[in-house]
């Protein structure tokens, strides 16, 4: 079945550092490929997607590039802030045969916490 | 655009009673919900979908009986926790699937904290 794995945290880093967050993934067909963010106490807010390969998608900063070949949909961001501290998720959803079955599928997650 | 809410955001309730969870999408339709949970520091764990106009597909391994589900319109669906037990407490989020450009997106609620006394 279809799978996802995150590098684990948590993940400490200064103001300003350079994050990474490594993403890997198994499954059938196309998938769509996407992270999400879960600040404290809330739920979960779409970060960024990609929907083929070598697309990359971006947003507030952050981005990523869907890498078929190493099966892979790595989070940077060049200069990370303390108001960036929250959980990441990546997460695909299969379509395989072009028919989009909508389930995601999740990482487990990773905690980042960014110190001033 | 794509804002999904879920009310209410807390409740607490005691052993043996019923919880009505609502998720609303509220500026689109959606013919796809979904509901999940997510246990402190853990992932979410796809619980159901939910279909405008038909039942519920159950993931594996979760009650049916005891978590209804009901998907009356494009833009609300109920979870409704029955003869809730404190196993029962956790974080329940829903979901609103947008199929644009080729693409399929879900889009979340914010959840509701459950806790069973």
């Known amino acids: 079945g279809d799978s996802v794995t995150q590098m684990e945290g948590p993940v400490t880093l200064s103001e300003e550092a350079f994050l990474t967050i490594n993403c890997t993934y198994t499954?059938?067909?196309?998938?769509?490929l996407f992270w999400y963010v879960q600040y404290p106490g809330e739920g979960l807010q779409l970060l960024l997607k990609a929907t083929k390969a070598d697309d990359k998608g971006s947003n507030k900063g952050f981005e990523a590039t869907y890498r078929k070949e190493t099966t892979s949909f790595h989070l940077e961001k060049g200069s990370v802030q303390v108001s960036d501290s929250a959980v990441y998720f990546c997460?695909?959803?299969?379509?395989?045969?072009?028919?989009?079955?909508?389930?995601?599928?999740f990482g487990q997650g990773t905690i980042l916490t960014v110190h001033p | 655009g794509a804002v999904v809410s879920q009310h209410p955001s807390w409740v607490i309730c005691k052993s043996g009673t019923s919880v009505k969870i609502e998720c609303r999408s509220l500026?689109?339709?959606?013919?796809?919900m979904f509901w999940y949970r997510q246990f402190p520091k853990q992932s979410l764990m796809l619980m159901a979908t939910?279909?405008?106009?038909?039942?519920?597909?159950?993931e594996q391994g979760v009650e049916k009986d005891k978590f209804l589900i009901n998907h009356a319109s494009l833009t609300l669906s109920t979870l409704t926790v029955t003869s809730a037990h404190p196993e029962d407490s956790s974080f329940y989020i829903c979901?609103?699937?947008?199929?644009?450009?080729?693409?399929?997106?879900?889009?979340f609620g914010p959840g509701t904290r459950l806790t069973v006394l």
């Open positions: 997460a695909l959803s299969d379509r395989a045969g072009g028919t989009s079955y909508g389930k995601l599928t």
């Open positions: 499954a059938t067909g196309y998938p769509s």
């Open positions: 979901s609103a699937r947008v199929l644009a450009g080729g693409g399929d997106t879900q889009y």
């Open positions: 939910s279909n405008e106009g038909s039942k519920a597909t159950y």
């Open positions: 500026d689109f339709q959606a013919t796809t």
